[in-house]
């Protein structure tokens, strides 16, 4: 199954996404320990263009599998994450055009 994962971070998180990002980067490329593949993923930015979070697009078992990756993501357990939305997404969902997925598949 294929999920959206949007995290919205508290504000002022700047220098704490900084000290976690290595950690974060890590946890994205090995899927959480096994939970996910991380398709594809990126920050998101308010209009002024300051980061207010992250998203990614992520094949998971099922839900469970998927809030287990969002969860554990070293960004959250540091208290960066204000809230996690996870979508599932339709079965139409064309994942093969993402090329090169940001976790590498097992």
Do not use: K, N, Y
């Given at each position: 199954m294929f999920f959206l994962m949007r995290c919205l971070h508290h504000p002022d998180q700047d220098k704490a996404r900084d000290a976690n990002r290595p950690a974060?980067?890590?946890w994205v490329q090995s899927g959480g320990d096994g939970a996910a593949v991380?398709?594809?993923?990126?920050?998101?930015?308010d209009g002024t263009g300051a980061s207010i979070g992250n998203f990614g697009v992520l094949e998971?078992?099922?839900l469970a599998h998927a809030r287990?990756?969002?969860?554990?993501?070293?960004?959250n357990?540091?208290?960066i994450v204000a809230s996690i939305e996870l979508?599932?997404?339709?079965d139409?969902?064309?994942?093969?055009?993402?090329?090169?997925?940001?976790?590498?598949?097992?």
């Open positions: 974060h980067r890590a991380v398709l594809i993923g990126s920050a998101l930015l998971a078992a099922d287990a990756f969002a969860e554990g993501d070293p960004f357990r540091a208290g979508t599932p997404l339709p139409t969902f064309q994942a093969h055009r993402i090329s090169e997925p940001m976790t590498a598949r097992s």
